[in-house]
């Protein structure tokens, strides 16, 4: 019987002493990255920190990593982001690493810090005030690594701290510096060629040189033409451009002798389109057939304006419509009522919602950037004609950029060696 005991009592320890030695070797397989580091994060606005650590040999999907942030060295120290231990290398941040092959061999995160609140008031549609935290200043943040695989957790023992700072400068944004620069420098050119040659060569677009056609057609018929501005108010840049536009139509208008009816939404927009008509009929020298009663507002509620503009179309049986702003859901109303009277219609409109209609609904139509390019084309004033050309000067540049950086790229994938090829890699990165 005492042979049995101590029989027992040599497994127990036996199975104890086992124990203990695979928590041992658990533990110092679970031992988290001691080689923690921490900066600001650079080119940013003083948001985040920059926490990065050398990975460990046994990195895998089961064990992850877990980031712990405290206000104090002493703690508490709470969890603030958890991810596998094969995620987040510094590769992932090229725009703080850039492109070298050390960079798989570490592990790099953002961290926010802790933010130091205020309360502020402000006054709510209603009129009532409410209070809210609102982010004051980033205070000194403590950081910390610990390592896990579902069942057993091991903090690290070094701390670091850090607090961000706002950088004057986006480093990472140097790019668009450059090309900004360069079209400061097209813009200057070319107004400055349109200056001495007004009649710089301009890429012909049909809806732009059917307006004099729909003129003359609505003169020889005896019809009047309806020009309309659009859904926004003179505040838009839509509507600027369909005002320069209705001034040239208004200039033919005169020339030809017929009519011209411009009916508005916005009352300033109305005040601004009399005024337009009015000096393109005193430049076409006759004043006198300037009709003020011809440009009204009709209504400032969407589908109220709608109506009485297709009643005017109905009634008034005009042979050429002109739609040149920003449209919404009145859109296709519009075109399909002026269809029906048989009128010839040019629309141009910068939403791309409406596009599709007015492209089945319209004899011709302006697409997108073609509406700010026709007052250029029209009334060729030379900083209008000079930024146009600047613009397609800039397109073909980016365009020749995104070929080069893209053969570029390509490359320095397969020579992450070559220094040169690394450096054009990151500069071409887009942010």
Known sequence: MKAYKKTGIVLSLS????ILFC???GARELAAPESLEIRDTPSDRGDTLLISWHKIPQESEELEYIIYRSASPEGPFEEIERFPTNEKYASDLPQF???KKENEEFHAFEVDPIWETKQVKSRTVDGEWKTSSKKNRAL????KIGITNGETTVQGEKIVSGTPVQNWFRKNRINGLCFLVIMFFFVLYYISKAQRNPNIFLRMIPGINAVDEAVGRATEMGKPILYSTGYYDISELS?????????HVAKKVAQYDSRLIVPCKWPIAMTVCQ???REAYINAGRPDAFNIDDIFSVAGEQFSYTIGVDSIMVREKPAANFFLGTFAAEALILAETGATTGAIQIAGTDSNYQIPFFVVACDYCLIGEELYAASAYLGRNPKLVGTLKAQDAGKLLLFTLLIVGTIMVTFGAFYKDADFLQY????FLVR
């Open 97 to 99: 690493f850039g492109f």
């Open 239 to 247: 509507t600027i451009c369909s005002v320069n536009i209705l001034a």
């Open 15 to 18: 199975l104890a002493i086992f």
């Open 275 to 277: 005024e337009v008509v």
């Open 424 to 427: 054009i890699r990151q500069f």
């Open 140 to 143: 000194l943040s403590f950081y």
């Open 23 to 25: 928590s041992f070797v």
